[in-house]
């Protein structure tokens, strides 16, 4: 019987600084950071690019593992572009909408059979990564606790939860910024939202995280202020966690063995795009620029909850 996949997934919400941590675990000899995979088929029909630069059916890594996945597409970028749609239509039928659901242990087994193919591709894409690039262990950074748990009902999966919190005022704030979408080239904007937006998503995704994974001895949560300020620590400690042994220096880029280029992230923050060394710093722009609406709104609607880590 062959092994399951082991997968490291980085869940929570969005703007936590999931995918600097992605990068420093990529640099961990045997273990391949693959962004959020779940926006694989997005990128694919929207014409992305993989950290590498490459769009995806080039890139060394995917371009290799799509072709493993989905044979009847090699050399067919026609015919990439039907399954990616078809991924994505699927993929939508089980978005957040069904979060509470998935609270009911009887619901949420039920709810993926309407997804069709869609889990059974998935897990030849990991089996396919996997083998790809001889990874021991694939990080996952889609944060998306219902997609999360589409791969917890495939018994060819190990999965476990890295759950990343930070400050709402400061994942609002971020929400909020103008920035360039680098993975479309030039003319491109990353996803924004407004303060009720950004609250209510802070609140539904990580209680929906806790509701699925929390409790268990395959979740661990981790705070970003805490990785920032300590992330020789932080690091041992996810190491432990995922069953790898993790040198800090390697994983920061601050060893003359550590591969230095972007890695192959399927999708992410642009800083996905970076490359050498690591150096972490606090965010805390939002400290200062932060409006008072946006606080108010903000710590109304997310304090509660916010309040469960610590914030």
């Not at 779940?38 to 029909?45: D, E, P």
């Not at 059979?113 to 694939?138: C, D, F, H, K, Q």
């Not at 904007?189 to 001895?217: C, F, K, Q, T």
């Not at 661990?220 to 690091?235: F, K």
Request: glycine fraction near 10%.
């Amino acid at each position: 019987m062959t092994a399951p996949v082991p997968i490291l997934y980085v869940g929570g919400t969005g703007r936590t600084g999931s995918t600097v941590l992605d990068r420093m675990l990529g640099n961990v000899p045997g273990v391949v950071a693959a962004g959020e995979v779940t926006w694989l088929w997005f990128a694919l029909r929207a014409g992305g690019r993989c950290a590498c630069g490459e769009r995806h059916g080039r890139c060394p890594v995917w371009g290799p593992v799509l072709e493993a996945t989905f044979p009847e597409t090699c050399g067919r970028p026609a015919a990439l572009a039907e399954v990616a749609d078809e991924m994505f239509a699927l993929r939508r039928r089980y978005d957040s909408r069904y979060l509470p659901l998935m609270g009911v242990p009887r619901l949420r087994r039920r709810l993926p059979a309407r997804l069709g193919p869609y889990p059974e591709r998935v897990v030849s894409l990991y089996r396919n990564l996997a083998e790809v690039t001889g990874a021991r262990l694939i990080v996952d950074s889609s944060k998306e606790p219902h997609y999360s748990s589409i791969l917890d009902t495939r018994p060819e999966l190990d999965l476990r939860f890295l759950h990343l919190v930070r400050h709402p005022v400061a994942t609002a704030y971020s929400w909020g910024r103008r920035r360039r979408e680098l993975g479309f080239g030039v003319g491109h904007e990353m996803e924004r939202r407004g303060p009720v937006s950004a609250a209510i998503y802070y609140d539904v995704s990580n209680l929906g995280a806790e509701a699925l994974w929390g409790g268990g001895d395959r979740y661990l949560r981790v705070r970003y202020e805490d990785m920032v300020a300590d992330a020789e620590s932080t690091l041992t400690t996810i190491g432990e966690f995922a069953g790898i042994d993790i040198d800090p220096a390697v994983a920061m880029g601050r060893s003359a063995s550590t591969w230095a280029a972007s890695g192959h992230a399927a999708w992410g923050n642009p800083n996905r795009f970076d490359s050498g060394p690591i150096t972490l710093r606090d965010d805390d722009e939002w400290t200062r620029q932060a409006s008072r609406s946006l606080r108010t709104w903000t710590r109304l609607l997310a304090g509660p909850v916010a309040r469960r880590y610590g914030y």
